[in-house]
């Protein structure tokens, strides 16, 4: 938090300044504190929507799809993977290259050896089968695509 | 500035710290931290290994210098073996008991002992495969020395006769067959000095 | 604006004042908690290490993952031992199951690092890594170095670190370090030191003075994992039932010289001792769990009997007086009591009985075949061979419940279990790969490993 440090030695010099002008108040200097918390108001509601970090997936639309019931492993691939080839487990940010020994330790206690993804729709097929065989090399036997209902 | 102006400046401010730290509950940008070791100070363990360092040691095994050799001398009298006068007296599955034709032969090979009085014998008892190795020494060990006791019912010096049980371990005959395992059930006569 | 603030602050009530006292308050608390988590760091236990803060932890419910990349080698020499260490602790590490294990070929794009403060933890934490291990190999004048690090991946934390030199053999550095670590983390007896006794016929050598063709066997030691097999007998005779003394220093067994006798060879001096000396015939040694004693079975009275001496052969005295034979002894953890196989019911069956002989109790109701008992140094149970079909299967009896369960199902025969000495595993002999070979395999019947190859392999004895 450089600021607060920073708006330290004024508050300083003002009460320097204060204690010239009355030097005989009681009361608390209430003005840097003031001075302060709306600092950090900016400062919070700046970061704040920073800190919402999840992954924005345009999720294709299928219509003939089926509701996901219970807990589940989900791979989120969003349009970024194009580029950077990251995806995301949750919200961990994990490259391609570590995913199938990731998912072979989630998978380790369960019976189930299913992961469902969510890739986004913009993405083109090569980046799915990369995806796909990641995910089949860390012994997942089934990889559900998960869809949007379209919109009425 | 009027007083309720005031006021509601404190409640705003108040309102909007308030929502600021409720929507700071996932942290999920990465802390530009240092490194743990300058913030924190020494770790849990000294990072420096100790001073003294552990010595491992795997030490090899030395041979063994042979044991001086027993006193009954286990040199064999190869051709009296070969075609032994001593013929073996063969057992039931599972059994330590003498059969008639167990009891047969082994009459016959008293009476051979009864003509060579210098000759000392070791009786082997030998077993088939099916059983477990260690039960087959004791089994073996029984039919050693169930020929022996039947020996010595017929008048052989028991200093004369040595048993020994060699268990499932020196088959006679290689096969898995039936007939393999009868002739492996077996006490074997082995001259071991005349 | 000066004059403005200063009156405004004079103009503030005493109320007003604590409004903003506890607005600022919540803007202190606030700070506080978004603060870095390292400084949560307890100082305390910087002061003090507990044994708490130095455990690595695994996410709730699932075990500890731990990766072991190679060890640096920091002389231009030791490549090939750093590799090898890093190879034989990853497995060592494996063998409890108390860790998962990051296989080692998923460390590709994970930088090396040469320096432990360069240790890329972000990596291993997106690989899924708890504990990293970071060692070093240096190799000069012919002495050896190794260094080695447990790091915590979340803090960062070294929370184990040693230094290892002096072994003759590599394996012995990554043995030595999965022990320990075992120790500190789960507190945990490893077996990566101990060794496995069996006999071999390899040799294809035969008994000199023999009408058929008899082939001798030899006794053999392993380390736990089958590497390193040395031969430990030289008698050219029939060497059979390998027992170790608890120290594992000794080793006795049933000696053909040529009529059979127990002898007990001293593998770090290269000596032989014979505390039976002859007398009658006698089987299978076993050391009893302190080590003074020897129980083993002898014909000398003309029935199979189980007797007992002290390990300098002085106080020899029979325990079982019965027509069947009594046989196959297995000493009880705390040396009162032996198990031992009997055929007083017409099959062999295990039976328990105190040092004296007294209070002799069938422990085996359902075997046709029940053979081989090895008493369970950890766990109250007993293992042994019992007959299944025409071959015999690995069983391991409760003697609190009175229950036997199967750890070994048909393939081929398994006999001759022997307990490693933390209970957890179980050393046998099986003929499903071809021959006879010696495994080895948890207590709940998996992680199955085939210890031997060459030649006939059987009778496996583990160390303590």
């Known amino acids: 938090m450089p600021k607060v440090i920073a708006s330290a030695p004024n508050a300083g010099g003002r009460h320097q300044r204060g204690r010239r002008v009355s030097p005989t108040l009681a009361e608390i200097n209430v003005i840097p504190l003031v001075d302060v918390m709306l600092v950090l108001l900016i400062i919070f509601m700046v970061a704040a929507p920073m800190l919402q970090r999840g992954v924005e997936v345009s999720l294709p639309v299928a219509s003939r799809s089926q509701d996901i019931a219970s807990e589940r492993i989900f791979v989120d691939v969003p349009l970024s993977f194009g580029k950077d080839r990251r995806v995301f487990l949750g919200k961990e940010s994990v490259s391609l290259d570590v995913l199938p020994e990731r998912v072979r330790q989630i998978m380790l206690n369960r019976t189930d050896k299913q992961v469902f993804l969510r890739i986004d729709g913009r993405l083109n097929v090569q980046h799915q089968l990369d995806v796909f065989d990641e995910l089949k090399a860390g012994g997942v036997r089934d990889v559900g695509i998960v869809t949007d209902a379209p919109k009425q | ?194 | 604006m000066n004059k403005n603030q200063r009156g405004l602050r004079q103009r503030f009530s005493s109320w007003q004042l604590g409004a903003i006292g506890c607005a600022f308050g919540m803007v202190a608390a606030a700070v506080v908690i978004a603060a870095p988590r390292q400084q949560q760091a307890p100082p305390a236990s910087q002061q003090q290490p507990s044994e708490v803060a130095l455990v690595i932890t695994g996410d709730p419910g699932t075990p500890p993952r731990y990766a072991v990349p190679d060890f640096v080698a920091l002389s231009p020499d030791a490549g090939e031992v750093a590799k090898t260490i890093g190879q034989v602790l990853w497995d060592d590490l494996n063998f409890e199951r108390e860790f998962y294990m990051i296989p080692r070929d998923t460390y590709a794009t994970i930088p090396a690092a040469r320096r432990p403060e360069d240790v890329p933890f972000n990596s291993w934490r997106e690989l899924g890594a708890d504990g990293v291990i970071f060692g070093t190999v240096q190799q000069s004048g012919g002495k050896t170095t190794v260094q080695v690090r447990l790091m915590n991946v979340r803090s960062r934390q070294t929370v184990f670190a040693k230094e290892y030199f002096n072994a003759t053999n590599p394996r012995a550095y990554a043995h030595t370090i999965a022990d320990e670590i075992h120790q500190q983390q789960r507190q945990l007896r490893g077996v990566a030191r101990t060794k496995i006794a069996f006999v071999s016929d390899r040799n294809r050598d035969s008994l000199a003075n023999t009408v058929e063709k008899r082939e001798v066997k030899e006794v053999y030691i392993a380390d736990y994992d089958g590497e390193n097999q040395r031969r430990i007998t030289v008698s050219r005779q029939l060497n059979l039932t390998p027992a170790w003394s608890p120290d594992g220093r000794a080793i006795a067994y049933t000696s053909y010289r040529p009529l059979p006798d127990v002898v007990v060879s001293l593998i770090y001096q290269g000596l032989l001792q014979n505390p039976t000396k002859g007398q009658g015939t006698n089987y299978v040694p076993v050391f009893s769990p302190d080590g003074t004693r020897i129980a083993f079975m002898s014909g000398r009275d003309g029935n199979p009997e189980i007797y007992v001496m002290n390990t300098d052969g002085s106080n020899q005295r029979r325990l079982t007086n019965h027509p069947a034979g009594d046989g196959t002894p297995t000493w009880a953890p705390n040396g009162q009591q032996l198990a031992f196989v009997s055929d007083r019911t017409g099959t062999p069956q295990i039976y328990i009985m105190g040092l004296d002989g007294s209070n002799v109790r069938r422990i085996t109701m359902s075997e046709s075949w029940a053979d081989q008992p090895t008493w369970s140094s950890a766990f109250n149970e007993i293992a042994y061979a019992g007959r299944t079909g025409s071959g015999y299967d690995i069983k391991i009896f409760d003697i609190a419940s009175g229950e036997a369960r199967q750890i070994t199902f048909g393939e081929g025969s398994n006999e001759r279990p022997s307990y490693s000495a933390n209970g957890r595993h179980l050393a046998f002999t099986s003929t499903r790969s071809g021959g006879t070979q010696v495994f080895t395999v948890g207590r709940d019947g998996r992680n199955l490993r085939q210890i031997t190859r060459t030649g006939n392999n059987q009778m496996p004895a583990w160390s303590n």
């Open chain 2, 1 to 194: 500035m009027s007083r309720t102006s005031q006021i509601s400046v404190v409640v705003m401010l108040v309102a909007a710290l308030l929502a600021t730290s409720c929507g700071r509950r996932k942290p999920s940008i990465p802390q530009p931290s240092p490194t743990p070791r300058a913030t924190t100070g020494p770790p849990a363990v000294p990072d420096e290994p100790p001073a003294a360092p552990t010595r491992v040691d795997d030490a090899l095994p030395v041979p063994p210098q042979p044991l001086a050799e027993d006193a009954v001398s286990n040199r064999s009298l190869d051709d009296l073996n070969r075609d032994s006068p001593l013929k073996p007296v063969f057992f039931g599955l599972d059994s330590a008991d003498l059969d008639d034709v167990g009891r047969t032969t082994a009459m016959a090979n008293a009476d051979v002992l009864k003509k060579y009085p210098t000759w000392v014998i070791t009786i082997e008892g030998h077993c088939d495969e099916r059983g477990t190795a260690e039960y087959n020494l004791a089994l073996g060990e029984r039919r050693s020395t169930a020929i022996k006791t039947y020996l010595t019912s017929l008048g052989i010096s028991p200093d004369r006769v040595r048993t020994v049980s060699y268990g499932k371990e020196f088959p006679f005959n290689p096969g898995h067959t039936e007939d393999a395992w009868a002739q492996n059930r077996r006490g074997h006569f082995v001259i071991t000095s005349r």
